[in-house]
C-alpha cells in the first residue's frame, strides 16, 4: 500500500465530516429522524401525502448546498472517471441496492455507527467490501 | 400547524449543513471516493477522517437523544431498536457497494452535484432515482418487507 500524500486532506475531510455529523447529529434531536439521504429521497418516490414536506425541504437544501458552498470557497466542478453508460448501472444499482439494504453511506455509516446499530455496522462492513473490491477490478484487473 | 410544516425550515438548513459538509469533505468528487477506495493503488485516507469526523459528532448527538422523550421540536424518534442481521440487508448493501465503487458517488453528493447543473450528474441522479423506484416495485412484488424508516 501506498499513501497517495499528493490528494490527502486531513484537516478538510475532517471539517467537513464533523458539519456532517453535526447535521445529521441535529437531524435526530431536532426532528427526530435519521439523515439517511437515500431513505429521505426514496420517501417522495412516490409520494407519501402527510410526509412529503420535509424531504423535500431537506433535498432542497442539499441541492442548494453547493452554491452555498461556493460562497465561502472556492469548488471545483465533479470529475466524473466514468463514461455516462457506466454511471447510469452505477446509478441503478446505488438507488436499488440503498433501498433493499435499506439505507446508504449516509444513514448506515453515518447515523447508524454513530447510535451503535450492529445491522449497520454490518450493512457498512458489506458496501465497503464490495466497493473496494469493484475499484479493485475496474483499475487493476480490468484495466 | 402540522408537524410536516413546523419541521420545513430545520429540514432545509439541515439539508444545507449536510451538503455544505459534503462539499468541503471531498465526498463529491468521485476519483477522491475512488482513491479512498483503491487500496491496492496509491490511498488516499481522507475518507477515514470524514467518516471519523461525522461518527465522532454524530455519537454525542444520538446519545444525548436516549435522553429524551420526544425530539426538541416535538416529533417522536422514528429510530429505535437494531432490525437484526438478515440476507435482504446484505444483498443490497453488497449491491449498492458496486454500484458506490463504479461511480466514486453516493446518494448525499449524487444530489448535491445535481445541484451544479451538471450532465453526469443528472444522468446518475436520474438513474439512482429509478433503481429506487424499481426497487419499491420489486419488494411490493416479492411481498418483501420495507422498514418504514432507518435511513
Known amino acids: ?143 | 400547524m402540522t408537524a410536516s410544516k413546523r419541521s420545513l425550515i430545520p429540514s432545509f438548513a439541515l439539508g444545507l449543513l449536510f451538503g455544505f459538509g459534503l462539499c468541503l469533505s471531498g465526498m463529491t468528487q468521485p476519483p477522491k471516493v475512488q482513491g479512498f477506495l483503491d487500496i491496492a493503488g496509491l490511498w488516499d485516507p481522507s475518507l477515514a477522517f470524514v467518516m471519523g469526523g461525522a461518527v465522532g459528532i454524530g455519537m454525542l448527538a444520538f446519545f444525548l437523544s436516549r435522553r429524551l422523550e420526544r425530539s426538541l421540536l416535538g416529533e417522536p424518534f422514528s429510530f429505535s431498536g437494531d432490525n437484526g442481521v438478515d440476507a435482504q440487508l446484505l444483498i443490497g448493501s453488497a449491491i449498492f457497494g458496486v454500484g458506490w465503487g463504479l461511480s466514486g458517488v453516493c446518494p448525499g453528493p449524487a444530489i448535491v452535484n445535481l445541484g451544479l447543473f451538471d450532465a453526469k450528474a443528472a444522468i446518475f441522479a436520474a438513474a439512482m432515482a429509478a433503481g429506487m423506484g424499481l426497487e419499491k416495485l420489486f419488494a411490493l412484488r416479492a411481498h418483501i418487507k420495507q422498514p418504514e424508516e432507518e435511513s
Open chain 1, 1 to 143: 500500500m501506498q499513501i497517495d500524500w499528493l490528494h490527502f486532506s486531513p484537516w478538510s475531510a475532517l471539517s467537513g465530516g464533523a458539519l456532517i455529523g453535526l447535521a445529521a447529529g441535529l437531524c435526530a434531536l431536532l426532528l427526530g429522524r435519521v439523515a439517511g439521504v437515500s431513505g429521505i429521497l426514496a420517501g417522495l418516490i412516490p409520494p407519501r401525502p402527510g410526509d412529503v414536506a420535509w424531504r423535500a425541504a431537506f433535498i432542497a437544501g442539499l441541492l442548494a448546498a453547493p452554491a452555498a458552498f461556493a460562497m465561502v470557497h472556492p469548488l471545483a466542478r465533479p470529475e466524473f472517471g466514468s463514461g455516462p453508460a457506466t454511471l447510469a448501472v452505477a446509478g441503478l444499482l446505488v438507488g436499488f441496492g440503498a433501498r433493499l439494504g435499506s439505507g446508504c453511506t449516509s444513514g448506515h455509516g453515518v447515523c447508524g455507527l454513530s447510535r451503535l446499530s450492529l445491522r449497520s455496522a454490518v450493512a457498512t462492513a458489506t458496501f465497503m467490501a464490495t466497493a473496494i473490491v469493484t475499484v479493485f477490478l475496474v483499475r487493476h484487473v480490468f484495466q
